[in-house]
């Protein structure tokens, strides 16, 4: 049962800010939400995570909505080597598995 | 730091060969999982293992056994290969948070590549 819902692909031009979408509307509490991306065919990378407080990092920022039902990840100055599948992940209690879904596809055109 | 290696970085195999995919990490993390990857498909949880001697599975575990006698390493096995077993598999390690907090984000491996002929 999927936790999360992303839209399956995106575009963005070179230098603007990407915005990627994602709904997760029966988190828990306790849940935090995960970004990862994937390059072509390499291990999904790290971006972010958030519980409920927006945060930022060098790589990104990541807001969450106050009802804590959707999140954006926002790349600020998009780039051509950010073109990946990007996964929206809500971290599920008492272990540490993820499930990935099937992300949201980003290209980046110049 | 070479942080999460996986081999070998390809695998031929015929129907029904056996092999063990290798994964070894050297951040001292506790978790440590095995994902399969389907082409245009995103990633899907096989095993898992919160520590040396425990391991669980995850949501596609048939077909593929694994061990933890190590906190480095976490080897998946493949006893008897099916083409349904063509995919690309992911290790990946973090630690486990202390807290309820659930905040260490899981470090990959760049993957094996395996088909099954």
């Known amino acids: 049962d999927a936790k999360t819902t992303q839209p399956p692909s995106m575009d963005c031009a070179e230098g603007r800010a990407a915005n990627l979408p994602c709904n997760h509307s029966?988190?828990?509490?306790?849940?935090?939400v995960y970004w990862y991306r994937q390059i072509h065919s390499q291990g999904p990378q790290y971006i972010i995570h958030g519980l409920k407080n927006n945060e930022t990092n060098e790589m990104a920022s990541l807001i969450i909505t106050e009802d804590r039902k959707s999140s954006t990840l926002i790349l600020p100055h998009a780039t051509l080597r950010d073109t990946a599948v990007y996964y929206c992940?809500?971290?599920?209690?008492?272990?540490?598995?993820?499930?990935f879904g099937a992300g949201t596809r980003l290209t980046v055109k110049p | 730091n070479a942080g999460v290696t996986q081999t070998p970085k390809f695998q031929v195999l015929k129907t029904g060969q056996s092999m063990t995919l290798q994964c070894a990490q050297d951040m001292n993390h506790e978790y440590m999982s095995w994902y399969r990857q389907d082409p245009g498909m995103g990633l899907r949880l096989i095993h898992y293992s919160v520590g040396a001697g425990i391991t669980d599975q995850g949501e596609v575990p048939n077909g593929y056994n694994v061990s933890r006698s190590t906190t480095e390493d976490f080897p998946l096995r493949l006893l008897s290969a099916a083409p349904s077993q063509t995919s690309v598999y992911f290790c990946?390690?973090?630690?486990?948070?202390?807290?309820?907090?659930?905040?260490?984000?899981?470090?990959f491996g760049n993957g094996t590549r395996l088909t099954v002929t």
């Open positions: 992940i809500v971290r599920v209690p008492d272990n540490n598995d993820m499930r």
């Open positions: 029966t988190i828990s509490g306790n849940e935090y």
């Open positions: 990946a390690s973090s630690r486990i948070g202390t807290d309820s907090s659930y905040n260490s984000p899981l470090h």
